[in-house]
């Protein structure tokens, strides 16, 4: 199990910058990872697995559509806020 966590944006939060600044490198960084999982430490490719929850369930939906593996199970959670509640 790999998990990941996204750098802090301006705010103190973690956030993937692709989502919000296309060109940062969060994808590669996660296709990084994977090659590490894969070819230094044994990782099976077939099935992976992607999930996420919160920023993470934001993030995994764009990078299963990025030309990087097949991913077998996408599976997202977030919660979304009304415009009224406070961030």
Do not use: V
Request: proline share 7%; hydrophobic share 35%.
């Amino acid at each position: 199990m790999i998990m990941p966590q996204a750098h802090d944006n301006q705010y103190g939060d973690p956030a993937w910058q692709d989502l919000y600044e296309p060109g940062l490198r969060d994808f590669n960084f996660i296709e990084d990872i994977l090659d590490t999982a894969i070819l230094k430490h044994n990782a099976d490719p077939e099935p992976l697995y992607l999930t996420g929850f919160s920023n993470g369930g934001f993030m995994n939906t764009p990078l299963a559509k990025q030309d990087i593996y097949a991913f077998d199970i996408l599976c997202n959670y977030f919660k979304t806020r009304k415009l009224s509640d406070k961030y």
